[in-house]
């Protein structure tokens, strides 16, 4: 079992950038598909971007070429780097973890494959 907890949200004017982490306890994270997801006010949660035991990423087409998943496995903690934040990527933004076939396939942006879940982090994009 894996504990998530999420840190770095914020609120920042559009054009700018945050840093979003996610540490983990329990367990490691190379045994895991690992991902970010975000939940928008009244809407569902959508994945975000997923990153696989080798490093291999997969992102959602609204956030390409601006936001960058990464982790550090020594400390054990998932990154999300969101540049040119829009005011549409307003919501609070979660880390879970899968099992590692998850990231291979298309399923990775599936909330019901996902096992454990960080509590989320508000980010707040205003024009």
């Known amino acids: 079992q894996v504990q998530l907890v999420e840190s770095g949200g914020g609120s920042v004017q559009a054009g700018g950038s945050l840093r979003l982490s996610c540490a983990a306890s329990?367990?490691?994270?190379?045994?895991?598909?690992m991902g970010w997801f975000r939940q928008p006010p009244g809407k569902e949660r959508e994945g975000v971007a997923a990153i696989d035991s080798d490093g291999s990423t997969n992102y959602a087409d609204s956030v390409k070429g601006r936001f960058t998943i990464s982790k550090d496995f020594a400390k054990n903690i998932l990154y999300l780097q969101m540049n040119s934040l829009k005011p549409e990527d307003t919501a609070v933004y979660y880390c879970?973890?899968?099992?590692?076939?998850?990231?291979?396939?298309?399923?990775?942006?599936?909330?019901?494959?996902?096992?454990?879940w960080g509590q989320g982090t508000q980010v707040t994009v205003s024009s």
């Open positions: 879970a973890a899968a099992p590692l076939n998850v990231c291979w396939d298309d399923s990775w942006p599936e909330v019901v494959e996902y096992r454990y």
């Open positions: 329990g367990d490691t994270y190379s045994k895991y598909c």
